[in-house]
């Protein structure tokens, strides 16, 4: 992962880390949500958010995310791998998990840039 690319990720990471315990549960999947489409074709960074979903999901007893992790966290480190990974596909079992999405313009210039 590029070093620019990286602590865009770790920033987005961190955000929805520390809303964590918050009143608000959607700043956590938001941040997370937007950590994956930045980490999703580097195998360890999209490892890293599937399971900080997946244990989020585990704190807040959200079962559809709990089961909908599980598969993804199985074929995260592959699709990251391959380039198989779903372009923009959030991560959030939400979407389909082999569906890609439009991505934000602000993450696709983080994406752009060299």
Same mark, same amino acid.
């Given at each position: ?31 997370? @949500?937007?950590?994956?489409?930045? !980490?999703?074709? #580097? $195998? &360890? ?5 599937? /399971?900080?979903?997946? %244990? ?28 198989? @990974?779903?372009?923009?596909?959030? !991560?959030?079992? #939400? $979407? &389909? ?5 439009? /991505?934000?313009?602000? %993450? ?7």
């Amino acid at each position: 992962m590029r070093p620019k690319l990286r602590e865009h990720f770790e920033s987005e990471l961190q955000q929805a880390r520390q809303a964590i315990g918050g009143t608000d549960d959607r700043l956590v999947w938001n941040g997370l @949500a937007r950590a994956h489409i930045l !980490g999703q074709f #580097d $195998v &360890g960074p999209h490892l890293r958010v599937h /399971i900080w979903m997946f %244990l989020f999901a585990l704190k807040t007893l959200n079962t559809r995310e709990i089961f909908g992790q599980i598969p993804r966290l199985l074929l995260a480190a592959p699709g990251s791998l391959f380039k198989k @990974a779903p372009r923009g596909n959030t !991560g959030l079992s #939400d $979407v &389909g998990i082999f569906q890609p999405m439009n /991505i934000p313009e602000d %993450l696709q210039s983080i994406l752009n840039e060299k």
